[in-house]
């Protein structure tokens, strides 16, 4: 039987926690996520690098960040302006 590998273009899906967060794959995709107004998850031991490349890299700073209900997760969420 042959095994099929994924088309590198390919979009993945967004991940969804039990309770309704949306985890994105990628720092991208969260900052995509951010700018629709739509509140995110991420993994806590990245949620610091994943700061500062939105900040820096990225250059987009309007959003704030909690520790989530979930056990190993921190809430980013988009500021309303």
């Known amino acids: 039987m ?5 088309d590198k273009k390919q979009q993945l899906p967004s991940l969804h926690a039990d309770d309704g967060y949306t985890r994105p ?5 969260l900052r995509d996520k951010l700018k629709s107004g739509v509140p995110c998850e991420v993994a806590s031991h990245v949620a610091e690098m994943t700061a500062i490349v939105l900040e820096g890299w990225f ?8 520790k989530s209900e979930n056990f190993g997760w921190t809430i980013f969420e988009p500021i309303k302006k």
């Open 2 to 6: 042959e095994s099929k590998k994924p």
């Open 25 to 29: 794959l990628t720092r991208g995709e």
């Open 59 to 66: 250059e987009y700073s309007d959003f704030s960040v909690r």
